[in-house]
């Protein structure tokens, strides 16, 4: 006689749905430490990173420091204060990513956390400006208001180099499904407003260890995961950014060295973010 519970169904699937070399580390290394930007005006590449609070946004810029300097690095500061629901991130500030003694040619943007709230977090209006270069690093965001040209934190004629040529979602795979409708809404205005500009838009999906046991006893499980599969094809849905630009990725959390198989998704990710922001410079001319 058959068990009366029907049979789970399987949380791997037989073949890896998203092709991926776990031994292009090396590899990825050395084509970012290589790579230039097309444009000759433009010594660096901006990238905003934008996110909900505690998403892990200012762990995803460490963990890229982590995966180039060999060791765990915490340049951007991150609040692991439990259950503070604001944003440890008040400023704008830019980091250079460096590779031992080198700086790369690309600075991520760190931007105070999204809430769902009209007046709470990052406004979409801020986010916005510092997209197209208008909000000078330092600048304090606030709930109370928006920054306007009137401020001596906006840049009105903003240079190339003062622009971000992609935008970088932080999105958490434990909490995706939670996500809040106002949050997503948010996220809708700001990507349709920089996408009228041609500004390419990536999520990176963190947390995936807390989203999927089968994922925290091995990371390369990654890509055989159907929970992890599932979590990414809601995000794509709910924010609308497509399957090819979505990576899921474990940030450097408690860890005390640097792994081989954490690091090659940061940079795999990494790879595609500066190509996407590169070719968006590129043609520049084109808007």
């Known amino acids: 006689m058959g068990s009366s519970q029907s049979a789970q169904p399987p949380s791997e699937l037989d073949k890896p749905w998203r092709k991926f070399d776990w031994g292009q580390k090396e590899a990825l290394k050395k084509k970012l430490e290589n790579f230039s930007p097309s444009h000759s005006d433009v010594k660096d590449i901006k990238i ?17 420091d982590s995966a180039f300097q060999g060791r765990i690095s915490s340049r951007a500061l991150v609040n692991s204060a439990a259950g503070d629901s604001r944003s440890f991130t008040q400023k704008l500030k830019g980091f250079t990513i460096r590779s031992g003694k080198k700086n790369l040619p690309f600075v991520f943007k760190d931007i105070m956390g999204l809430e769902p709230e009209e007046l709470a977090g ?18 304090t965001f606030t709930k109370e208001k928006v920054l306007t040209n009137e401020d ?12 971000s040529f992609c935008l970088v979602y932080v999105i958490a795979a434990n909490i ?17 407003k920089i996408s009228d500009k041609g500004i390419p838009q990536v999520v990176v999906m963190t947390k995936v260890d807390e989203a999927c046991p089968l994922v925290k006893k091995d990371l390369r499980k990654m890509y055989t995961s159907k929970k992890i599969k599932e979590k990414m094809e809601l995000c794509s849905a709910k924010v609308g950014v497509p399957l090819t630009n979505i990576f899921p990725v474990k940030n450097y959390h408690d860890e005390i060295d640097t792994e081989d198989d954490i690091d090659v998704l940061i940079l795999k990710a990494l790879e595609q973010i500066v190509h996407l922001a590169d070719d968006r410079l590129e043609d520049t001319e084109n808007y």
């Open 176 to 192: 995706v499904h939670y996500t809040d409708d106002r949050l997503i809404h948010k996220l809708k205005d700001i990507r349709q």
């Open 48 to 64: 905003l990173v934008a996110g909900e609070i505690a998403a892990g946004k200012s762990s995803f810029i460490n963990s890229i």
């Open 152 to 163: 001596q934190h906006y840049t009105s004629d903003p240079n190339l180099s003062d622009q």
């Open 122 to 139: 990052a406004q979409k209006e801020d986010i916005i400006n510092a997209v197209f270069g208008h909000v000078k690093d330092g600048y």
